[in-house]
């Protein structure tokens, strides 16, 4: 069974930056999407971001765009979050998934239904 696992969360001044990493636990026969997500206390799971299975198209949430960038690195069956400019309302913990049902991002992609594996969450809190 193939685990997920954020790291590189924390704590940042607003305007920081920081690199959240979510790296597979084992190779898959599956080509995947992978998503990010977040969520802050007494909210909603949130979409922030998503990359298909080859990084050629990626989408974003209006409140990131321009801002967060997500990259993947399949030989590291790793994803990763770059997230500069950070303002105190991306606070939350963060989530990476993985949809195993599609290679390429389609409308699905923004909600976290389309995805079947999910890792423990990363913290990201920003102070202003």
């Known amino acids: 069974q193939v685990q997920l696992v954020e790291s590189g969360g924390g704590l940042v001044q607003a305007g920081g930056s920081l690199r959240l990493s979510c790296a597979a636990s084992r190779r898959t026969s599956s080509s995947y999407v992978t998503g990010w997500f977040r969520q802050a206390p007494g909210k909603e799971r949130e979409f922030v971001a998503a990359i298909s299975w080859s990084g050629g198209s990626t989408e974003y949430a209006d409140s990131v765009k321009g801002r967060f960038t997500i990259s993947r690195d399949n030989a590291k069956k790793t994803v990763y979050l770059q997230m500069n400019r950070l303002k105190p309302d991306d606070t939350a913990v963060y989530y990476c998934?993985?949809?195993?049902?599609?290679?390429?991002?389609?409308?699905?992609?923004?909600?976290?239904?389309?995805?079947?594996?999910w890792g423990q969450g990363t913290q990201v809190t920003v102070s202003s």
């Open positions: 998934a993985a949809d195993f049902t599609r290679p390429i991002i389609s409308i699905r992609s923004r909600s976290p239904r389309a995805y079947e594996l």
